[in-house]
């Protein structure tokens, strides 16, 4: 499994990269959208782990590219800032879950299995190897 981290704070990319990797997935980081977008083009990523509040480009912004371009990629949003008005928004935008920061390592991990449930096994493994 290829996850990529999308968040501008190095301790927030530092931690997800250590507990993820410490679980047996693959990490890719990147500092912002422009970078994640960039990054999606050239490689394939199992599940996005992404943070809503960035400088410049948001995670709003990139989560409607990802919909319009990667749509069958399940997406993680995170967000130290939990409103309502946000998780319905990221939600809307095709976001599988949300977790609010700062979250545990456990949460982090139960959340990456959550959403592996979710994708169906051909995507999983498109050659049928599944």
């Known amino acids: 499994m290829n996850i990529l981290v999308v968040d501008d704070d190095a301790i ?5 990269k250590r507990i993820l990797e ?4 693959e990490v890719s980081t990147v500092p912002g ?4 977008l960039e990054a ?4 394939d990523f199992d599940i996005l782990l992404i943070d809503v509040k960035m400088p410049g480009r948001d995670g709003m912004y990139l989560m409607r590219e990802i919909k319009k371009n990667w749509p069958e990629i399940p997406t993680i ?19 599988t ?29 498109p050659t049928g190897a599944g």
């Open 97 to 125: 879950l949300f977790i609010p920061k700062p979250f545990k390592p456990d949460e982090l991990i139960k959340s990456v299995r959550q959403v592996l449930k979710k994708v169906p096994v051909k995507k999983l493994f």
């Open 33 to 36: 959208a422009d970078k994640a």
């Open 22 to 25: 410490a679980e047996g997935y």
């Open 40 to 43: 999606l083009k050239n490689s």
């Open 12 to 16: 927030v990319i530092k931690s997800c």
């Open 77 to 95: 949003v995170m967000s130290g800032y939990p409103t309502p008005e946000t998780i319905t928004e990221v939600l809307r935008l095709g976001a």
